[in-house]
C-alpha cells in the first residue's frame, strides 16, 4: 500500500510526462496482446478445441 498524499506529484515521482508515456506505452501494448488473445481464443472455439462446446 501506498501512503495516502494530499500532494498527487509525490505519488509519481513529480515525473507526469514519464507516467503519461509509461501508462500509454502499456495501454498499447495491452490491447495488442488482448486483441491477439481475442483472435486466438476465437480461432480455437471455431476450430472445436473446447471440449463440450460447440460453435453456433
Do not use: N
Not at 498524499?5 to 496482446?33: K, P, Q
Amino acid at each position: 500500500m501506498v501512503p495516502a498524499h494530499d500532494d498527487r506529484s509525490a505519488f509519481i515521482g513529480g515525473d507526469v510526462d514519464g507516467l503519461v508515456t509509461t501508462l500509454t506505452r502499456f495501454a498499447h501494448e495491452y490491447s495488442l496482446r488482448a486483441r491477439e488473445d481475442h483472435r486466438l481464443f476465437v480461432d480455437a472455439f471455431r476450430g472445436g478445441r473446447f471440449e463440450h462446446v460447440a460453435p453456433a
